[in-house]
């Protein structure tokens, strides 16, 4: 298909059927059996005949116009099939939660590396703010975090979803609880993310949602840390589910329909290399 666009277009532009077999390597004859074909085809005419000159008739114009467009995006295929077939090479900066980097992503670079074994990356982690700023600032490509840009020029994809609960102490009155409401702990003192982490604005969200004002006693950078002081009977807090975040003196008790959303996020106006755009494509893919 892709040799009889380029046959088509040469005839048309050199309107001339010895002339174009010189650009396409083909002999006068093929091409004079090639247009007859065509033209039986498609019922009409594409060419007046002036002697060995052929001359687009308004047919032809319309059929030169389809098949430039054609031989364009067969052109753009083959050139992406081919991107696609070929390994990424090249570094990916990736910033991303500390939670994040137990699992989550160290899985993502696993499966990504099997596929494309020269592919290098530098990665950043740090509060969700400062993630975000990374990207925008452009010392990241990507970044994974939660919750959700509130810029407008960072993209997003959700990627997964954590449901939250309800950190206690072993022993704790809510400890053997199935479920439970934020406003039921109203009275509890809290052990939270400091502000700029994503987690705090979830709280702060939950806690506005609740239409509680929480007492706070302590405000860490580490989710490991808050999950360390509630098992010590300092206070309670609330965490996503997750085994970076578990420890043998608490409980988690899910907080009744909340979770939050994980996404991969990278600044709208600034182009990808290739090998950070191969690696959101192949992320987005594995969702």
């Given at each position: 298909?892709?040799?009889?666009?380029?046959?088509?277009?040469?005839?048309?532009?050199?309107?001339?059927?010895?002339?174009?077999?010189?650009?396409?390597?083909?002999?006068?004859?093929?091409?004079?059996?090639?247009?007859?074909?065509?033209?039986h085809d498609l019922g009409v005419d594409l060419f007046e005949r002036h002697g060995r000159r052929l001359v687009l008739n308004r047919f032809g114009?319309?059929?030169?116009?389809?098949?430039?467009?054609?031989?364009?995006?067969?052109?753009?295929?083959?050139?992406?099939?081919?991107?696609?077939?070929?390994?990424?090479q090249g570094m990916v900066r990736l910033a991303f939660l500390h939670s994040?980097?137990?699992?989550?992503?160290?899985?993502?670079?696993?499966r990504f590396r099997d596929q494309n074994p020269q592919a290098r990356f530098t990665l950043t982690q740090d509060a969700a703010a400062t993630v975000v700023d990374h990207v925008a600032d452009g010392d990241a490509d990507l970044?994974?975090?939660?919750?959700r840009p509130m810029r407008t020029d960072m993209a997003w994809f959700a990627i997964a979803?954590?449901?939250?609960?309800?950190?206690?102490?072993?022993?704790?009155?809510?400890?053997?609880?199935?479920?439970?409401?934020?406003?039921?702990?109203?009275?509890?003192?809290?052990?939270?993310?400091?502000?700029?982490?994503?987690?705090r604005r979830i709280f702060d969200e939950l806690c506005a949602a609740a239409d509680i004002a929480p007492a706070i006693t302590f405000s860490s950078a580490e989710l490991s840390t808050i999950?360390?002081?509630?098992?010590?009977?300092?206070?309670?807090?609330?965490?996503?589910?997750?085994?970076?975040?578990?420890?043998?003196?608490?409980?988690l008790v899910p907080l009744t329909g909340e979770s939050r959303e994980i996404g991969l996020t990278w600044f709208r106006p600034q182009p990808l290399s290739e090998a950070a755009e191969r690696f959101r494509d192949f992320v987005v893919a594995s969702r």
């Open positions: 298909m892709h040799h009889e666009l380029d046959w088509f277009i040469a005839i048309a532009e050199a309107e001339n059927l010895t002339a174009a077999g010189e650009q396409v390597h083909v002999s006068q004859p093929t091409l004079s059996r090639f247009v007859g074909r065509l033209e114009r319309v059929y030169l116009e389809r098949a430039r467009r054609a031989r364009a995006q067969l052109d753009a295929a083959r050139r992406e099939v081919d991107e696609m077939r070929r390994p990424a994040f980097g137990v699992t989550l992503v160290p899985d993502l670079i696993r970044a994974i975090v939660s919750p979803e954590q449901e939250l609960a309800l950190v206690v102490p072993r022993g704790h009155r809510f400890a053997d609880r199935t479920t439970i409401g934020l406003a039921e702990a109203a009275d509890e003192e809290f052990i939270v993310m400091e502000r700029g982490f994503g987690m999950t360390g002081l509630v098992g010590a009977g300092l206070g309670v807090g609330v965490v996503p589910v997750d085994d970076a975040v578990r420890a043998r003196d608490v409980a």
